[in-house]
Structure formats: structure tokens, C-alpha cells
């Protein structure tokens, strides 16, 4: 048996009902990155004034849009890593199942607030906003919006305590599974999988931003019912943008797994995890935390200790990064024959793509550039960089896996002309949010001046190619699992 069969065979614990959760939850992932994405098409239609969408339904689909992509982003993150942690821990089915059903029931409340509620407070939820709707929508709508973000946060709680109960039961602790052994260059037995590292500092840090979003949730709710109920604004913008910074990062981290555990099919060498490895997750737990001052560089009433850490944080961030994935990734693929299929392709775009959206996104972290940019398409062009050519392409390329069989053939012509339709569509939208963040056109406006739209509508054409590439793969992957199930 080869190097690389052994290790297949060896990570085969992955129980079928739970690889069956893990396909359907890619599935409805899948989906909804596509309808999301017509939604953003939509949007940018109408930016570009090339269809005519009422201002009060444009909030609605970016309230929509905004929440559902980031929702989808964990949701295929977390399934992701799931799948993987399989191959190492013992995991309770059920658990997942219940994490998905509360995840759906917040999908449902959170679509109902929007589109029955007319809610168009955007995903940040930003307060007092939700309940200052200035007759837009009733309190009701916010209330439901809001509780559906609970429901979705306590099914996430119920997915971490079950991966830290069952990785402290492997590893005896999590501060062993988030490789302090390696770091003090003890002897350690039982050699940890990079993924288990990974799947340990996630743990920590996405539950403590969930746990610190659903208190500033529950105010917000309080406040809602009972307007005399005082909240500390800036507290609460602080509680908020912690819980959003940290939940979707977290998104990208879990899906790296599918990195870590798949590339080494490609490149006949195992993922192995070394001290490096360990210090910069250790340093990822840390800056993933204390980096989110930078959302809040232009409030003026923060703390100048704390902004000057954000600043300085946002420096440092990108570099445990690259240091652990992007340049690994760089060395196993330099030295070895890589068959270039759908999988392979997407997943080392993924790392390219993440690794290059944190370079517009610490220029951003900078107070001078903050000043003037923070608040332009700038910062969608940032963060849609390491979300479409990072998170979403690592979960196409997971998808694109679960369905490829045992043999590793060339890319198909059909594949190739989707990814590359991906590649060009998603390049070239994002390039267009820079060059008019640069150019000062701000974000979250309905409706545009007569000089943007030139941007406008050239990243609605990109738009166009990134939606049909992804229905060619979402459409790919329903049918050949349909296929290797019938
Ligand atoms: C075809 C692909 C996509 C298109 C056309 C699109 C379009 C848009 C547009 C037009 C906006 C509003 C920009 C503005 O501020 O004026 C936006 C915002 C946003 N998009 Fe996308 N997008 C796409 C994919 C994605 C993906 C894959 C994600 C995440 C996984 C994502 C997450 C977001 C978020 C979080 C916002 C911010 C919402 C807010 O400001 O409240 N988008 N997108």
C-alpha cells in the first residue's frame, strides 16, 4: 500500500449518516450561495441603474445577502470541519443534526423578518437601528430577526461544546490539542493533526464571539420590547463587531481544513502539523480577537489605546496566515507532480485567494487609509476577495471532492471552462469594488450617482460570470451525488 493510500485508509471513521449530514448540509449550502449570489447580482443591477429596484426592497436584499452569505459561509465551514474532525474524534451524529435544524429555524425567522417584516437593518444588526426603523418595519420584524440569530448561535454552541467534549476526550485537554507540547518541545505520543489544532482554536474563539453576540442580541431584544431599558451604545457596537469579525473569520478557518486534508491526496506528502504550525494558530487564537478594533477606527469615543492595537494588530494578522497555510501550501505543491483537477484547483486558489484579500484588508486597517476608505466599496472589495476566492471556493472545492471517486483524472473540459468562468468572474467583480472604494464611491448606497455607474455595471457583468460558474458547480455536484447514490 502507498504512502498515500494508507493514509485514506486510515482516516476512514467518518460514519456514512454523518458523511450523509455532511452532504446535504453541502447541498443547502450550495444553494443558497447561489440564490445569495443573484440577490448580490440584483443589487449591483441596480447600482449600475440597468433595472429599477425600490430603495426599501435594496435594504431588504442586502440585509438578506449580507446574513445569508455569512451564515452560509460558517454553515459550509463548520460542515467542512466536521467531516474532517470525523477522521480523528468520535463525533455524536446527532449533535450535527441538531445544529442544522436550529440553524434552518433561524433561516426561516431571519427570511420571515425581511421579506414578510419588510426588516432591512443589514446583517450587523447595528443598534439602536433595529428598533429606529423610522416606520420601515414594526418592532416585531427586528424581534424576529434577531431571534433568529440566537437560534443559529445556540445550534453553533451546540456543534463547539461537542467537538471541544470529544477533543478533550481524545487529547486530554484543549491546550494540548492547540499544540502547547509542540510549542515547549515536550515529547508528545500521540502527534496532532493539523486539523485537530485548527478545530481547537476555532472552538475557543468562535464560541467566545458567540457567546459575546448573543448577550448583545438578548439586550438589544430587552431594549426592543422595553424602550426604557438603557444599552450602552458603544459597548454594543463593540460586543457586535467582535461576534462579526470573529464569526466569519471563523468561516474561512474552519473550511481550511478541507486544505489540510485533502491537498496531500494531490501531493503525495501528509499535512503534517510542527511547531511553527502550532505557534501561529496559537497567534491566530490571539489576533482573530483583538483585531476587530479596526472596524471601529473612525469612532472617535474609543479608547486611542485600543485603536492603536487595532491598528498594530491588523499589521501582524496576515502573517501567521501566510506563514502556516499559504506558504505550506506553496512548498508541498512546488515539490510534488499535482494532477490539476476541479478539487485541487479550487482548493489552492482558495489559499491564494484568502492570501490576497488580507492585503487590501490590512491596508484598510491602517487609521490614515481608514479615514477616508472605511466607509466606501473599498471594503466590500476586500472582504469579498478572501470570501469568494477564499471560503467558497475551499467549500466548491470540498464539494468537488466529495463527489470525485477514488481515481485523481485531469480537469474535463466542461470543469476547466467553470473554473476559469469562476476565476475571471470573481477577479474581476472584486478588483471593480477596489478601484471604486479607491476612487470614493461609498458603500451601501441604493441608488448612484451618474459617475459610478460605469463601475457599477462592469461588476455586474463579472457578477453574471460568477453566478454561472457557480450553478455549473452546485448543478455538478447534486447530480453526481444523485448518481453515487442511485
Ligand atoms: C455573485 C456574487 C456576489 C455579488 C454579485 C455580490 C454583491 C454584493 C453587493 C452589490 C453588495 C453591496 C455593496 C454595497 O455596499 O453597496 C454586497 C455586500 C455584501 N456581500 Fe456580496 N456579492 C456576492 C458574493 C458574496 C459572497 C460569496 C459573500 C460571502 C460569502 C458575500 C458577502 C457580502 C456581505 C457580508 C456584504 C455586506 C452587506 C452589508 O453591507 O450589510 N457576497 N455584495
Known sequence: MSAVSELVAEKSIVTEPQAGAVKLTMILSGAVFALMMVFGLIMRAAQGQWIEVDPALFYQLLTAHGAGMVGTAALSGAAIMWYFCGRHIVLTAGIFWAFLAFFLLGVVLILGSIFIGGYGGAWTFLFPLPAMSGGAWEAGAAAAFMLGYVSIGVGFLLYYLELGRQIHARYGSLLRALGWNLILGREDKNPLPPTIIAAAAVTIFNSIGIILGAAVLVASL??????GFEVNALLAKNLIYFFGHVFINAS??????????????????????????????????IFVMAVYWHHLLQDVVMPAWMLVIGQLVSYFSGIPLIAVTAFSTFLYVRGSKMTWDLTSSLLVLSVAGWSVGSIPASIDGMISVNKVMHNTMWVPGHFHTYL????????????????????????????RVAFVTYL???????????????????????????????????????????????????LRFVLRLGRSNG
Open 252 to 285: 474561512i478557518y474552519m473550511a481550511v481544513t478541507a486544505v489540510y486534508e485533502i491537498l496531500p491526496e494531490y501531493t503525495g506528502k501528509p499535512w503534517k502539523s510542527n511547531r511553527l504550525f502550532a505557534i501561529a494558530w496559537n497567534a491566530v487564537l
Open 222 to 227: 430587552v431594549h426592543l420590547l422595553v424602550p
Open 388 to 415: 469568494l476566492l477564499g471560503e467558497v471556493a475551499m467549500a466548491f472545492g470540498f464539494m468537488a471532492w466529495l463527489v470525485r471517486g477514488k481515481s485523481i483524472a485531469q480537469m474535463s473540459g466542461l470543469d
Open 424 to 474: 475571471a468572474g470573481a477577479a474581476g467583480f472584486v478588483t471593480v469594488f477596489l478601484f471604486s472604494g479607491a476612487a470614493s464611491i461609498p458603500r451601501r448606497w441604493a441608488v448612484h450617482y451618474e459617475e459610478w455607474l460605469m463601475h457599477d455595471r462592469i461588476g455586474t457583468l463579472f457578477s453574471v460570470l460568477i453566478v454561472l460558474a457557480t450553478l455549473a458547480f452546485v
